[in-house]
């Protein structure tokens, strides 16, 4: 039986061995990474499946900033990533359960804006739009044209003009505005 669930503190070597294999070890040089390595993923919205003992798919969330390069004005968000699922598994909805699960504990959460990289043609179904005409960028300035956002309908509006940028104080900020938002350590 497949099991969808959070994210666990243990999981975290056989993620890195799958995201490893889906992805390739260079996948630690892509500019979403460096919006990663300042602190752990989000317990409460990454989730895997897994079959046994087998981890087969995983969906991670950090916390980042979007920072209006027009007013120096800061919107929060989640960064929705990595997604992957071992090759041998697709095509069973592993991805899209996991997406979807987590989604529903994201906006169970009030989180406003979910932001990735990725293909519009997979994630349009869970409610992200392309980022463009908005010009919002990721840390080295590129993946303007793949960035996509899902947003609830009362979230206050985004820059016109923005970078990404990692959430360094993200416990204080936390506190200031959800107490659901904890990190896997
Ligand atoms: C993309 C990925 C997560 C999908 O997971 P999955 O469990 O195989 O997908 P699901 O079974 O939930 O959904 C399958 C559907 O998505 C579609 N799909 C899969 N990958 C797609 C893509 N890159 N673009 C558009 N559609 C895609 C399939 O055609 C299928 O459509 P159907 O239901 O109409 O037949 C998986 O293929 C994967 O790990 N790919 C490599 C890593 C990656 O690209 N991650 C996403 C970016 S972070």
Known sequence: MILFE????????FIE??????????????SSYRLREARPPLAEFSQVAR??????ATVRYWPVIIRDMLTGTQTDALL???????????????GQTL????L???DSAGVAHVILVGDPAYFK???FHPALPRYITMPGGVD????????????????????VVPCIDYTARSAATSDHLTAVR
């Open 80 to 94: 929705l990533g990595p997604l992957g699922v071992h090759p041998g598994k697709r095509g069973r909805k592993l």
């Open 144 to 163: 303007a044209d793949r960035l996509m956002i899902r947003s609830s309908g009362l979230s206050q509006s985004l820059p016109s003009v923005g970078q």
């Open 17 to 30: 061995t799958l995201l490893d294999t889906v992805f390739g070890p260079d996948r630690v040089r892509k």
């Open 99 to 102: 997406v979807r699960r987590s």
């Open 125 to 127: 179904g869970f409610g």
């Open 104 to 106: 529903a504990a994201v």
């Open 51 to 56: 079959e046994g003992a087998q981890l087969l």
């Open 6 to 13: 959070c994210e666990r503190p243990q999981d975290g070597p």
